[in-house]
């Protein structure tokens, strides 16, 4: 009995302590899909006009060569092809479908379509890692959705057949580099800088051919779009990815993927702050909802956390 009375408080301690670690690695990685909502805002203001393939290069090869001479570590044996897949996958595919769709949808349709992104990931998970589906993730990624449609929606919203595939297919690609990158985890000594550094360097390498003979070189890269290349590179790059991989190897992959309604709620509110745009109470309303989501997806269900309580009763 006076065991069972003194391991109490030391399994209550030790739960307090993962809970608070869990908490801090929440909120780092929520800064890389807080990062990624800025993309929309430099592209429109400081990039030359009609060259996403090549933004998308300027954004890979240049951040990931840099994390290379930093970390002067290159992939061993498997990693080299799984560096290529995961780079194709989260970035080499990602970044240029989402393009395509902004291009050819309005912002908020392409934005919903990407929200949509946790399901998949939830999806992807039984298939691939074999977890069992979760119900009270699966409604907070659908009331995440309609959060974000209320946000970003309006009522110019049209579709495009080409426009809708893309936008569904990038989040498919980065869905499922999401979710193989939890699969793969990383090799032992190695860090996310690194991991980070591979993968960019192999997105980049595969968007060479494609971004000079579909965009080419534009001829109005000024400061400002050095600034705007040297920003989605390095932070919304290097950086975001840093955190993104790691806090994806620390936390359950489908909680972690909600996070990424940061992107688009961020867009919508720099759209705001900087650009001028109005927020209508049905937005205000949609900013809540996805944000109680996101929340709320990072909880066990009910029936999980009233049995932690029981095991410590």
């Given at each position: 009995m006076m065991t069972m009375q003194g391991a109490q408080p030391i399994g209550h301690r030790k739960a307090s302590s993962e809970a608070r670690r869990s908490a801090g690695w929440i909120a780092l990685t929520a800064l890389a899909p807080a990062v990624w909502g800025t993309t929309?805002?430099?592209?429109?203001?400081?990039?030359?006009?009609?060259h996403p393939v090549f933004a998308a290069l300027m954004r890979t090869l240049p951040a990931g060569?840099?994390?290379l001479a930093l970390t002067r570590r290159l992939p061993s044996g498997q990693w080299w092809w799984k560096s290529l897949v995961l780079g194709a996958l989260n970035m080499a595919c990602f970044f240029p479908l989402l393009f395509v769709a902004a291009q050819r949808l309005p912002g908020g349709v392409a934005a919903t379509l990407g929200a949509a992104?946790?399901?998949?990931?939830?999806?992807?998970?039984?298939?691939?890692?074999s977890e069992r589906p979760s119900a009270w993730r699966l409604m907070w990624g659908g009331i995440g959705v309609v959060g974000v449609a209320l946000v970003v929606l309006g009522p110019q919203a049209g579709l495009d057949v080409l426009g809708v595939t893309a936008?569904?297919?990038?989040?498919?690609?980065?869905?499922l580099g999401v979710v193989l990158t939890k699969r793969w985890g990383k090799p032992d000594r190695v860090s996310a800088l690194s991991l980070a550094g591979w993968q960019l360097t192999g997105a980049g390498l595969l968007l060479i051919v494609p971004a000079l003979l579909i965009d080419g070189v534009p001829t109005g890269i000024d400061a400002t779009a050095v600034l705007g290349y040297s920003w989605l590179g390095l932070v919304g790059g290097l950086a975001a990815y840093v955190l993104w991989f790691e806090g994806i190897r620390r936390l359950?992959?489908?909680?972690?993927?909600?996070?990424?309604?940061l992107s688009p709620l961020t867009a919508a509110l720099l759209g705001h702050v900087i650009a001028g745009e109005v927020l209508n109470p049905i937005q205000l309303l949609g900013f809540a909802l996805a944000l109680t989501a996101m929340t709320a997806g990072q909880l066990a269900p009910p029936s999980s956390r009233s049995s932690s309580r029981k095991e410590f009763s």
């Open positions: 929309y805002i430099v592209t429109t203001h400081a990039l030359p006009t009609g060569t840099l994390a992104q946790p399901i998949i990931v939830a999806g992807l998970a039984v298939v691939v890692l936008g569904l297919g990038g989040a498919v690609s980065m869905g359950p992959v489908t909680p972690t993927a909600l996070l990424g309604l």
